[in-house]
Every structure is written in structure tokens, then in C-alpha cells.
């Protein structure tokens, strides 16, 4: 009998099989797909020689994240690429806030108006960075603060929505780039704790960048399944599993899914029926003719290029796709071009370009033509460069990944209560009704990207129940 199955192969399943294999405990991990990955995949979505990222493509989290950092990922691969900016906000003008590694670069790109509020706000914070990302990212009780003070001054800070922080700041460069800060997990600006979200990202930025994987984002989940081999893990892909009695015996069994899946899965019945998922992304893959024609500087060197041109636009259309039920006619978009660090994901003198809008739940349209016209007005002549598109809408999404309900890719609203405390109020998130089952994907705290951290706390979880049954 093994002590461990996993199911599903994304960061975090991957994550929990490697953290309970290191602790000399047997494992395996059941995929779906032919190839492991969940959201961080890589694939010619295109033409041959352009290797586009389907879901995830910048790391802040990753990067940042105590499990990764933790673990000899590099041995197996894995190699961040920083770009020369972290993040670029540009506007219609030709000018752009800046999301750099310096703080003072950063602060001098929102105008003198903010520049002192800005550094206000994320100095007291930032040398304490690295204590802060591991209480931060381990709550609930998985573990206990290292640094309480510090966590609960962040939290004063944060814990109320983000519009109330935004009100340190007088100019609109200040607020349209952390109201892109925010809206990367699809949390409405008003929404309880969203002040955290921004102020997270941004200090990540400040720690150690927002970078690419070397190759994409298939080599750090490649990274993850290497390292569980030669632990004596093993992986078995094309292996859908409908209900616990297709998995070999085992002590525990730890799911990398939705909730709804889970409880589909171990015949949970309607333990999850309380959680809710939020709006979907409509996704285009581009292979373009040349780099991406920013009308903003800033914009050319930047790895993640935000575009929103005001803080109220922003808002706008996350409201469209999050309560209204429709797909904004100026998307907010969240883009990424590898290229300007790692131009070998395509052929020489071509880029792939990743971007992606808000759109409803099961949304079943096409927001193309809004997408490029939002690029055409900070990037005039984009269309010109384009050779090839992949889109993919919530329909699509969810068929490639099943963690991805209606096209969630966080796997579950950012909104409420539900921002710290998912799948459900419980002081155990990660366990479920069933003693020997156990959920780890980004639908348990701390919530959605590519860090592993989920996947680390509830082998926790696991491994403390595992050595009681021992003794």
C-alpha cells in the first residue's frame, strides 16, 4: 500500500507529492493529460517554434514563493529570467507608471505628487519581506507567525479594500497601476482585503521581480515531477480519475482539483456546494512578427505590460464580467511578452505574446476585436504584427483544465471571506469530511498562482495525520 496518491499534476499537487517524498513517505501522482503541468504548461499553441504559455507565464509568486524557494529546482532546470522591468503600466499618451525592482524607480514613475506615499507604504515592509511571504502564505494555521507584529501591521494596511488604500495616492498613475495590481486575481477593487492583494504583488516585485521560466512555464512544473522521481515518487499521466476506487490503496489521498471535483470524486455529496467561483478570461496566444510596438518605452522592456488606462476603467470592466454579467467593451488586460528575456521562444526576430481579458462566467463569446482594439490604443500598428492566434474563452479553459470552472483560473472567486478562508470556514481547510482525503490545490489558502504553497501547507496537513496513525 502507498502512503500517498495525488491527484492531478498541477504546481501544487506537485508541490504536496514532493514535500511528503522528502519526508520518506511513498507517492504517487495521477494526471489527466498526457503531460504534467496544470497551469503552468507550455505548448505550440500556434506555428511550429512559437512556445506559448496556455495559462500562467510571469512568476512574482513563483519566485517568491518559501516552498520553491526551499527546494533544488534549479538542479532540475528551472532558471528565472528577469526582465529589465518587472511590470509597465503604459497610458494613452505615451508615458507609464513603472512596477521596477527599486522602490525610488518605482515611486519617481507615479509623479511627485505620490512618490513620498508610495515609498510610505512599501518601505516598512519590504526588509522584512521574506519573514512576511512565509506567514503570509502559510495561514491559516499551518503555521505559527514568525513575525506576528509585522503580519498584523500588514494586515491593518490591507484587510480593507484596495479603494481605500488607493486614497494615499492623488495622481492617476499611482492608482491605475495598482488597480491592475488587484484585479490580476480578478478581485473587485471595493472587495474586503483587496488592499492586500496589490500591496503583495508590488512587494514581491521589489524582492526579486516578476520573471519568466527559461523555456516557459512547463519547466518549473517539469523541475517539480524530476525532483519527485529521483525521490522515488512517481508520475502517471493519462490517468482520469471519476472516483477513489480508480486509485490504487493508500493511507491518504490528496487532491490538486476544484472543490466540486473533489466532492464529485470521494462522494463528498454537497460538503462544497457553499463555494463559489468567479468570473472567466477570455485568453489570446499571439505569434507575432516582431516585438510588440508599445508607444511607451517603458512598455518595450517590461516582461508583464498591464493595460487599463484609468483606475476607473479598471474598475469598470472588472464590474462588467464579475457582477453584471457581460464582457466589458474596454477589457482590463494582463499581458506578457517572454521575448524581451528569453527570445527563444520563438523563432529569430519573432515574439510570442500572451494576453488575456475579463469576461463573465461560462462567457461563450469572442473578445478578440475588444482585446486589440485595447492594444491598438497604447500599441498602434499591433495588429499588423500578428502571423497567428489561439483564443481561448471559458468553454475552451475549462476543457483543458478542469480546475478551471466557467473559466475561473483561480479556481474560485477572490471575493468575501472566501479571499483567506477557502474552500470553506474551517480551521482545517485542507482536510475534508473524509479522514484520508485531502484538498491542495489553488482553492485553499493561500489562493490562487504559481508558488506551490498550497500544495506545501496541506502536506502539512497530511504528514502530521500520517505520523499520528504511527504512533
Known sequence: MLDVVVVGAGPNGLTAAVELARRGFSVAVFEARDTVGGGARTEELTLPGFRHDP???????????????ALPLERYGLEWLQPELPMAHPFTDGTAAVLSRSVAETAASFGARDAG?????????LPKWDTLARDFMSLPLTALPRDPVTLARFG???????TWLMRRFRDERAKALFSGLVAHVMAPLSGFATGAIGLVFALAAHARGWPVARGGSQSISDALAAYLKDLGGTVHTDYEVKRLDDLPPARAYVFDTSPTALARIAGLGRYYDGYRYGPGVFKVDYALDGPVPWTAPEARVAGTVQIGASSAEIGTALRAASREGRAPDKPFMITVQPGVVDPDRAPEGKQVFWAYGHVPSGWDGDLTD?????LERFAPGFRDRVLARATAG?????????NYVGGDIGSGA???????????LSLSPYGTPHPAVFICSSAT???????????????????RQLRQQQT
Not at 500562467?56 to 519566485?63: C, E, F, M, V
Not at 471559458?394 to 478542469?402: I, K, M, Q, T
Open 55 to 69: 495559462c500562467s507565464a510571469a512568476h512574482p509568486l513563483g519566485i517568491n514563493s518559501p516552498a520553491f524557494r
Open 394 to 402: 471559458p468553454p475552451e479553459l475549462a476543457s483543458r483544465n478542469a
Open 117 to 125: 506615499a508610495y515609498r510610505r507604504l512599501v518601505e516598512p515592509f
Open 370 to 374: 475588444a482585446l486589440e482594439r485595447q
Open 445 to 463: 489558502p493561500p489562493g490562487p498562482g504559481v508558488h506551490g504553497m498550497s500544495g506545501h501547507n496541506a502536506a502539512k496537513a497530511v504528514w
Open 156 to 162: 491593518l494596511v490591507g484587510l480593507p479594500p484596495s
Open 414 to 424: 477572490v471575493t468575501g471571506l472566501q479571499i483567506l478562508l477557502r474552500p470553506k
